[in-house]
């Protein structure tokens, strides 16, 4: 069974479009998180939500909206596509606690503005 | 504000050698995760850290966490070609901000 799954796991796409990648989690956790990875490899955190409730909102440009309909997906969509959009994008998610708890992360969306 | 470095950032090693992958960061915090990346894939939790002095050993990696000098090492003990990828160390920022900051991840090459 998949733990953590997106949709797609690639996109392909042409500047100035809009698309939306979505993350469904089946670990039974209550906080679902963004992430984008560049082409060096590094994490950063863009969103989190616990339980439909947006907790963290680092500073990314507006045109990225999450969107949590249930504590169990998290989507994104993306306005507006720029070349610099270009990464791989991951959700996450983990057990909600008063301390930060493991989380467990999908198998990417790799994503190409062309 | 927290900051998280690792080093080296790339490491190509031998089979067989032994060698350390080092993670500082700069303010309190309590518990650091190491994470594992294979080449196109994704991340997978490997240790979490909680407290002054704790270890943890999974086959030829062991992890362990000095919160007074701010530091986390991974060591790789007579690596294996399977080893080879990208170790991130991951701060938790503490005190209600449920969220983690990463080490830029160091790459790590085993040779046959």
Aim: net charge positive.
């Amino acid at each position: 069974d998949t733990a953590v799954s997106q949709t797609p796991k690639y996109l392909v796409t042409q500047m100035g479009n809009d698309k939306s990648i979505k993350c469904e989690q089946n670990l039974g956790h209550d906080t679902m998180y963004w992430y984008k990875q560049d082409s060096k490899k590094f994490l950063k955190i863009m969103f989190s939500y616990n339980n439909k409730e947006l907790i963290i909102n680092e500073t990314v440009p507006n045109r990225f909206s999450p969107k949590s309909p249930d504590k169990a997906h998290l989507n994104l969509h993306i306005n507006s596509l720029e070349l610099g959009d270009s990464a791989v994008y991951f959700c996450a998610s983990s057990q909600w606690g008063w301390v930060l708890k493991t989380q467990y992360f999908g198998p990417g969306t790799r994503l190409l503005v062309l | 504000e927290l900051k998280v470095e690792q080093n080296p950032l790339f490491l190509s090693m031998q089979e067989g050698k032994n060698y350390t992958i080092y993670c500082n960061y700069s303010t309190t915090s309590d518990r650091l995760y190491w994470y594992r990346q294979d080449p196109g894939k994704s991340l997978e939790s490997l240790f979490v850290l909680l407290s002054n002095g704790a270890v943890k050993q999974e086959g030829r990696l062991m992890a362990s966490l000095d919160t007074k000098a701010r530091l986390s090492t991974l060591h790789i003990t007579a690596a294996v070609h399977d080893l080879s990828a990208t170790y991130f160390c991951a701060v938790a920022l503490g005190g209600g901000n449920y969220q983690l900051i990463w080490g830029a991840g160091t790459k790590l090459i085993i040779k046959p």
